[in-house]
């Protein structure tokens, strides 16, 4: 059975860091790319970070552009989400999903073939 699980949400303040991981099972996604999606209350689900199988390339929503990073250990087939400079803005329920193709068709979520089951992050201000 095929499993990707977040970990690592919670309440922080405003301002401050958290660390979101995505552990995948399963089967191996070496050759998948994967990224970070989020959905806050009363809006759609929208895309936050994208990484290539390879780890080489990334894409990031203008929103948390040098704020955020995503990274991954393939071996460990694992991907991680570093938020920091948290706003109250970036509350939402965090994705993890991998994809089919490549890193940068990912910002539509219609390559997305497994996602997570999401992890809670709230900001207070």
């Known amino acids: 059975q095929v499993q990707l699980v977040e970990s690592g949400g919670g309440l922080v303040q405003a301002g401050g860091s958290l660390r979101l991981s995505c552990a995948a099972s399963?089967?191996?996604?070496?050759?998948?790319?994967m990224g970070w999606f989020r959905q806050a209350p009363g809006k759609e689900r929208e895309f936050v970070a994208a990484?290539?199988?390879?780890?080489?390339?990334?894409d990031y929503a203008e929103s948390v552009k040098d704020r955020f990073s995503i990274s991954r250990d393939i071996a460990k087939n694992t991907v991680f989400l570093q938020m920091n400079s948290l706003k109250p803005a970036d509350t939402a329920v965090y994705y993890c999903?991998?994809?089919?193709?490549?890193?940068?068709?990912?910002?539509?979520?219609?390559?997305?073939?497994?996602w997570g089951q999401g992890t809670q992050v709230t900001v207070s201000s």
């Open positions: 999903a991998a994809a089919r193709g490549s890193y940068s068709n990912m910002r539509s979520g219609g390559t997305v073939e497994y």
């Open positions: 399963g089967r191996t996604f070496s050759n998948k790319p």
């Open positions: 990484i290539s199988w390879s780890g080489g390339s990334i």
